[in-house]
């Protein structure tokens, strides 16, 4: 390698330095050197406040979509049900509970009819085939209740609320939402 010739320095340079070093303490830079950056302008309180508000607005809208207490423990027992058979129960009594007349026939093809217990109050589940819709579960409700006429899906099933003729609510659960269509009409339709 070549050598370099030796750089000296001018004499303005060695005056600078000279007065440089006896203006500041050595260490230490002034303050106004230093970068004041807002709380807002931080890039990681940023992201963190992106993140608390993402996650804030998922969980209000997973629980926005949440159905009553009463409805989500009717799917719960459904789920634990589906795949029972029988007749356990006379078929007018259902009827009754699901407010037809009990000179009419039980809507679909009954799969299971029985009493069942859902969060201490006694329920008249009957479990019917829709042949154009497919399989519903309608609870019926021995004590008054108060559910509003409502639908959603919950729990990877479709749930509905109707109003029965005798002013008692319904609760519907189908894994197909044309199912529950089907089963409404058929229900309002021969209940009128």
Excluded at 13 to 42: C, H, I, K, M
Excluded at 130 to 148: I, R
């Amino acid at each position: 390698m070549k050598d370099l010739p030796e750089f000296q320095d001018s004499a303005f340079d060695l005056r600078v330095r000279a007065e440089l070093a006896l203006a500041f303490d050595p260490g230490q830079p002034p303050e106004q050197l230093f970068r004041n950056t807002p709380l807002l302008s931080r890039r990681g309180f940023q992201r963190g406040l992106a993140a608390l508000l993402l996650s804030g607005t998922g969980a209000g809208t997973v629980l926005a979509m949440r159905p009553p207490e009463l409805v989500r423990s009717a799917i719960e027992h459904e789920y634990y049900e589906r795949t029972l058979r029988g007749n356990f129960i006379d078929s007018e009594k259902i009827l009754a509970h699901l407010g037809l007349t009990p000179k009419q026939a039980i809507p679909g093809y009954p799969q299971l009819m029985r009493p069942c217990d859902i969060d201490g109050r006694l329920a008249y589940h009957l479990t019917t085939f829709f042949e154009k819709g497919g399989m519903v579960t309608v609870f019926a409700f021995d004590q008054p209740v108060t559910l509003k006429d409502d639908s959603g899906w919950w729990n990877d099933v479709y749930w509905q609320v109707l109003t029965s003729r005798d002013g008692k609510p319904l609760v519907l659960v189908a894994q197909k939402k044309k199912a529950l269509a089907v089963a409404q009409n058929t229900l309002t339709k021969s209940a009128s």
